[in-house]
C-alpha cells in the first residue's frame, strides 16, 4: 500500500485545468490502486504563508535546541515537511504564471525546503555538495500551459521556469524519480487544446 500527497497550486477552481488534470490522476490510481492512502495539499486557495526573518532563525536552529518561540515560527512547515516524510508519492498540479510557478506554490516550496530536515550540507559546513534527504519517493508534476512548445529543445523551452524549476528542487530534496505531465495550448482553445487535452488525458489513464 502506498501514500500518496496531492497537491494542487492553481488559484482557479471550477475553471482550472490542472485541477482537473489531478483529479483524472487521483480517480485513475483509485481505480487501480483501491488501498491506497490519499492526503491533500492545498497551495493556491488556502494561504500559505510566506517565510519571514522569524521563520529563517527557527528552522536553523535543530529541534533539541529550539525555544518555544522557535518551534510556534515553522509549526506549519514542521506539519508540510512532515506530510513528504510519510507520503511516497507526490501529485503536484500546477499552472504556469507568468512562465513561472503560481506565488502559493512557490510560498510551499520555501517552507518545505528545510536544512537537515529534507536536505543538508554533506559535510556538515556550506560547500556546495547537497544531499536529498526525501528518499525512495515519486514525484508526478501535472502542468498545464497557456502556449506550447516548452519541452526540452523546444522553441520555448528556454523560457520555462515552471517545470524545469520543480524538477530541479524537488531532486534537491532527494527526489529524482520525476514523471513530468504538461497540457499545452489553453489560451488557444477550440480543436487544438482539445487534442492536447486528449493526448494528456490519455497519458494519465495509462499510469499503472
Sequence with gaps: MKKVLII???VRKERSQSRQL???FLD???KKNPDDSFTHREVGLDEIPPIDENWIASAFVRPENREEKNQTWVALSDILVKELQENDVYVLGTPMYNWSIPSGLKAYID???RINETWKFRSGKPD???VGLLEN???FILS???DTGYGENEKNGHMNFQT???KFIFGMMGVTDTTIISLDNEEFGGEIFEKSKQRIYDQINAIP
Excluded: P
Aim: glycine share 8%.
Design 8 to 10: 494542487n497550486a492553481s
Design 22 to 24: 489531478t483529479q483524472l
Design 28 to 30: 485513475n490510481w483509485r
Design 111 to 113: 517552507q518545505i525546503m
Design 128 to 130: 556546495g555538495d547537497y
Design 137 to 139: 519517493k515519486k514525484l
Design 144 to 146: 498545464t500551459r497557456g
Design 164 to 166: 524545469t524549476y520543480l
